[in-house]
């Protein structure tokens, strides 16, 4: 039985920035991956959508040329042009990675899905391996909603869709959080007929109201329809490429038919395919396994980072994940998880940006909390460039004087967030950010202005 010093299971995000180090340290790695390296970002998630979502915005922003005076002809869409350049940056990144990490020294590729046979050893197909420290990477995959006819009909997934040769003339989709909105302005702007389903009373249902109202107001105002409250009932397949989706709304029966159906309903952890049982490893009642703040699980020498742990869902946690356990692994504890805020974006066009509390959550807090806000369409960046859809709010204490939480649901507004979140690292006054100087003109100069507006929550 081949021996190493780290067992790298998966190749999610912080694969590559963690495994260098291991090599640089000296460290024995064995990698064990059994499908397209660079896990659900590169191969089905912000990769290739990121490049969708800028082929939709490339349309979007020709068919308005008159509003900026410049005259175009018709506008139309080469699809498997848009889908040929997001399969050639996909597969160049998944391949680029295995090639870097198959040539690096110190570092064994196993090409196959792992499973634990005990403590230390894991078993890659026939082969068995063993090592003193294994770290599981392993991800997560979409969540398949409990739907009458389910098994009946053709549906997608975010990566099935992705593998379609055409564009979907009507696309329905179930699920009205991040996967499925970025979808389903993209694919609208595309040239698809969409319409979502979602089974609360919002959109995006971790945001507070008015942030989620804006942004059904922009893809309303796009062409999407939305049904909210819309629990899903039944599935039917009526023809080849005819789906029924039945749902009840307001106590009455609906229908809606589409040529595809993506189901967008979440993600569960791959933890239920390693046979963490034969190594002692631990999960919640949702799958995900559990980690201490520096992704230690209760078996000392396991650890997992990214995905699988359901302590966020997002390349740049997972980033971080590895870089906590780096630190740990190295002898220190620079970084920990308690100590990380929550950010994140949301790729619709224009993006939400956020960091830190809701709204909600600060109410619930119970902390004396100072609440501004600003509708971009008051920002002159966003008015020279007539993209004046969505609102920025900046939530502060006002006994510590420090940030809380910001949203920046407007042009820009995933770039924008990112000044508050190194500020609020530093615990710094609210105040202090008041002073920046700022460059004009942009949408970020008018944050520090926007707090000459806050006023306590009501």
């Not at 899903?232 to 040529?259: C, H, M, N, Y």
Request: hydrophobic fraction near 40%; charge should be negative.
């Amino acid at each position: 039985m081949d021996k190493y010093d780290v067992i790298w299971i998966g190749t999610g995000q912080a694969t590559g920035t963690v495994v260098p180090r291991l090599v640089q340290a000296g460290k024995t790695v064995a990698i064990a991956e059994g499908g397209p390296f660079g896990g659900s970002c590169v191969n089905y998630g912000c990769t290739p959508t990121k490049t969708i979502v800028a082929s939709s915005r490339a349309a979007h922003m020709a068919r308005r040329g008159a509003d900026f005076g410049v005259i175009t002809g018709e506008i139309t869409v080469d699809f498997a042009k848009v889908m040929e350049r997001q399969n050639k940056m996909r597969s160049g990144t998944s391949s680029g990675m295995e090639n870097w990490l198959r040539d690096m020294d110190n570092v064994t590729v196993y090409a196959g899905f792992a499973t634990f046979a005990g403590p230390h050893s894991v078993r890659v197909g026939d082969e068995m391996i063993e090592g003193e420290t294994i770290v599981i990477n392993a991800g997560g995959r979409p969540r398949i909603a409990s739907i009458d006819g389910i098994d009946n009909v053709d549906w997608l997934d975010n990566a099935r869709l992705l593998d379609l040769p055409e564009l979907p003339q009507q696309l329905v989709i179930v699920g009205g959080s991040y996967i499925g909105l970025e979808f389903a302005q993209a694919y609208c702007r595309l040239g698809s007929e969409v319409t979502i389903l979602e089974g609360s009373s919002q959109l995006m249902f971790r945001e507070d109201v008015d942030i989620a109202t804006a942004a059904r107001e922009i893809l309303e105002g796009e062409g999407i329809t939305v049904h909210l409250n819309a629990g899903l009932k039944k599935l039917a397949q009526s023809a080849p490429q005819q789906i029924d989706v039945f749902f009840e709304q307001d106590g009455e029966t609906q229908r809606v038919r589409g040529t595809h159906l993506l189901l967008a309903v979440g993600r569960i952890p791959n933890s239920d395919r390693l046979n963490l049982e034969e190594a002692g490893v631990e999960v919640n009642e949702r799958g995900y396994i559990l980690v201490n703040d520096v992704m230690q699980t209760n078996v000392p020498h396991i650890f997992a980072v990214g995905d699988i742990n359901g302590e966020g869902a997002f390349t740049h946690t997972s980033v971080n994940d590895g870089e906590i356990f780096w630190d740990y692994f190295n002898g220190s504890e620079d970084r920990i998880l308690s100590d990380r805020i929550p950010t994140y974006a949301l790729f619709i066009d224009p993006p939400l940006g956020r960091v830190g509390m809701t709204e909600r959550k600060a109410r619930a807090s119970g902390r004396n909390v100072l609440m501004a806000t600003r509708p971009m369409k008051n920002i002159l960046r966003a008015r020279e460039k007539d993209e004046t859809a969505g609102l920025a709010k900046i939530l502060v204490d006002a006994d510590t004087e420090a940030f809380l939480g910001a949203a920046v649901l407007g042009v820009g507004g995933d770039e924008v967030v990112n000044m508050f979140t190194p500020f609020m690292y530093t615990n710094q006054s609210y105040k202090l950010f008041r002073k920046a100087v700022l460059t004009h003109p942009t949408v970020a100069e008018l944050m520090p202005w926007i707090l000459d507006d806050l006023r306590p929550l009501v």
